[in-house]
Each structure stands twice: as C-alpha cells, then as structure tokens.
C-alpha cells in the first residue's frame, strides 16, 4: 500500500500541524507590522518634506529659481565655482566671471556668489568692456544727455560714468557708451533684501531695512521722484527738516515710489540712512532704507518709472 504523505502517527500529526498553524500566524503578524511601519514612515516623509523653494524672491523677475537648487548654497561646488570666478577677475577676464556667476546664482542662492556677481556687474558696467546691454551710439543733431538716457532707459549719471565725463557737454558725431538696461527692483520683507533685476535676473542684491511691523506695503510701486540731498517733512509738526541736520532721516537719496493700484499709499519711497545699525531688520516707519554709499550706486543706476515690487 502506498505510504501516505505525512507517515507519522495521528498525535504527531497533530502536533506538527500546530506549529505550522503558529508559525503562519506569526508571519503574518509581522507582515501587517511591518506594512503599518512602511506606511507610516511614508506618510511622515511626506508631511517632513520641506520646501523645494528656496527663501528667494517670486519667480518670474527674479534671477533665482525656486525650483529645488542643483546646487545647495555654500556647497563645494558653489564655492568651486565662485573660486573660479575670482580667479577669472584677477586675470582681467571679466566677462568670463560674470557668465560663470550668473550660471550658478540662477541655480541656486549661494550668498559669496551672489554677492560677486554684483561686484563684477558693476566694473563691467563702469568699464569701457562690453556686456549684454552695452552699445556705442554715435551723438546726432538735437541730442543732448537726457535724451539719448531717456532713450535708452537709463539715467545721466551712469552715462557720464561710463564714458568718463565730468560734465553734460557732447559732441556732434562722437561715439560714447550707452547701456539699454531693463532695470526693476524686488524687495523681500522677509530677508530685507533689495534685488537689482536687468532683464528679470539679478544683476546685484543689497541689504535694506523695511518698516516696523510690516508697515511697508507689498505691492507694486514704480519711481516717481528723485532727489539728492532731500529734505525730511516731519510728520509731527510738518516742519521741513534740511539736509545735513541730524533729525533729518532720509540720508543722501531720496527715489519716491507710487502704486497705480493702490493710490492711497503715499509718502513711501526707497532712501539712505546714517543708521547702518538699522540695515537688515525692520526698522523704518515704511519706507525702504539703505546705507547711504548702497542708495547713491542704485540711484545712479535706475531711471524714473523703474517697477518697484515688494514681496513679503
């Protein structure tokens, strides 16, 4: 007769039969464990999971993307990066160090780059090197220096600057530099930052301080009014505080700002201050303030009807 499959006796059989029964019960005792432990580490992963957006300005004017960095700030390949660039501005090659820079700070916030990145956006601009923006115009009959900067979207000064001027006076037929810039502003409340923009990517990035509070208001605003050496009207009294006097808070530049949708905020503007303490924190009534040498460079820079936009 054929020997049947399990050949020990009905008692052992039982008792086998057992063990199999426990030990099936406790695999699968510790596969539910272990799907509830893989689920629940999952879910936390997700609700952990920070930010791919680093703390930059909005994405669409800004030169730094939100989108998760291929590169971490002050990370070895940033500071690789920003190594080589210094070594391509100490061997006069300018050009070379801005295209570098840009590459990285679009990439990623690393704050050495970014900070030398303006610094060479600045001698190129001031140089009589090229960059992207920078032309020869020949000087025409009827041209003047507020013409040919209106012209060309920018300001008198950085005309003058460029092309080594001391005075207004041109010449009929003579060549000079002109720079067609396409320059707005972005402020952050939240890192008191102020972002130069040149064709929607960072040109240089200042630190300002921003009204107490969150007094200073996160719109759209636009550059109504320049003045050097302003005049302060005291809120208080209304009294009409001159330059030089100590109460007198605006510093060495005053650019007024406005909101075409918002009409009623008024007063507001970007200025210096003597107060170097007060830069990187809220400490204005409003108003954006700037150390006096960093206000003189961007007011300079920038032309009446500049976009001015704050960010909170």
């Known amino acids: 007769m054929a020997k049947p499959i399990y050949a020990g006796s009905y008692q052992n059989r039982g008792r086998n039969r057992g063990k199999v029964v426990f030990i099936v019960i406790v695999l699968a005792q510790l596969a539910a464990v272990g799907a509830y432990l893989y689920f629940k580490s999952d879910k936390k992963a997700d609700s952990?999971?920070?930010?791919?957006?680093?703390?930059?300005?909005?994405?669409?004017?800004?030169?730094?993307?939100?989108a998760t960095p291929s590169v971490p700030a002050n990370s070895p390949a940033a500071q690789a990066a920003v190594s080589d660039a210094r070594a391509a501005i100490d061997a006069g090659?300018?050009?070379?160090?801005?295209?570098?820079?840009?590459?990285?700070?679009?990439?990623?916030?690393?704050?050495?780059?970014?900070?030398?990145?303006?610094?060479?956006?600045?001698?190129?601009?001031?140089?009589?090197?090229?960059?992207?923006?920078?032309?020869?115009?020949?000087?025409q009959s009827g041209d003047y220096l507020q013409k040919i900067a209106k012209k060309f979207n920018t300001t008198v000064e950085l005309l003058k600057t460029m092309n080594g001027m001391q005075t207004d006076t041109i010449?009929?037929?003579?060549?000079?530099?002109?720079?067609?810039?396409?320059?707005?502003?972005?402020?952050?409340?939240?890192?008191?930052?102020?972002?130069?923009?040149?064709?929607?990517?960072?040109?240089?990035?200042?630190?300002v301080g921003t009204g107490k509070f969150g007094k200073t208001p996160a719109v759209q605003f636009s550059i109504i009014d320049k003045i050097i050496e302003p005049p302060w009207t005291r809120p208080s009294d209304n009294k009409q505080i001159e330059y030089g006097d100590p109460e007198n808070v605006l510093g060495s530049r005053w650019m007024a700002i406005k909101s075409t949708d918002h009409p009623e905020l008024t007063g507001f503007g970007i200025h210096g201050t003597w107060e170097r303490d007060s830069i990187g924190k809220q400490s204005s009534a409003g108003c954006i303030r700037m150390l006096n040498e960093d206000v003189e460079e961007l007011f300079d820079l920038v032309p009446r009807k500049t976009t001015v936009i704050i960010d909170e």
């Open 171 to 207: 010449r009929l037929n003579d060549r000079m530099l002109v720079f067609n810039s396409d320059f707005s502003i972005r402020v952050s409340k939240e890192r008191n930052e102020l972002d130069l923009l040149n064709g929607g990517k960072l040109f240089k990035r200042y630190k």
């Open 48 to 66: 952990e999971t920070p930010e791919t957006a680093p703390p930059s300005l909005a994405p669409a004017p800004s030169a730094l993307s939100p």
């Open 93 to 139: 090659q300018l050009t070379q160090a801005q295209a570098a820079l840009s590459q990285v700070v679009a990439t990623n916030p690393d704050p050495d780059a970014i900070k030398l990145l303006g610094d060479v956006n600045m001698k190129l601009l001031k140089s009589s090197l090229m960059m992207p923006g920078k032309q020869y115009y020949v000087i």
